[in-house]
């Protein structure tokens, strides 16, 4: 199992920034697909991107273009970088890792507010 550990959420107002940071420990990083979650109150989780150990990316559309996944296989850690933040985007982000199609483990979560 790998331990994932979430920080840099917060609350930011709308058209704003905010990175996210998933650092890994235990298992071999470089050969998982590192993915972000996230949600809403009331609503199931939902994909947000994911990062293969090759560096591909895929994303949701509701992030298309603004959202970027990147991935340091030196540190073990997958970083979403999220700009032109929406009221939408309130959620609590959570990282996974996966090897193939396996989930070998979830993050704590983090909490993003994005509200004026």
Known sequence: QVQLVE???????????????????????????????????GKPRELVATITARG???????????FTISRD???NTVDLQMNSLKPEDTAVYYC?????????????????TVSS
């Open 7 to 41: 920080s840099g959420g917060g609350l930011v107002q709308p058209g704003g920034s905010l990175r996210l940071s998933c650092k890994a420990s235990g298992g071999i990083f470089r050969t998982y697909v590192m993915g972000w979650y996230r949600q809403a109150p």
């Open 96 to 112: 996974n890792a996966r090897h193939i199609t396996l989930t070998v483990g979830w993050g704590q979560g983090t909490q993003v």
């Open 56 to 66: 591909n990316t895929n994303y949701a559309d509701s992030v298309k273009g603004r």
């Open 73 to 75: 296989n030196t540190k």
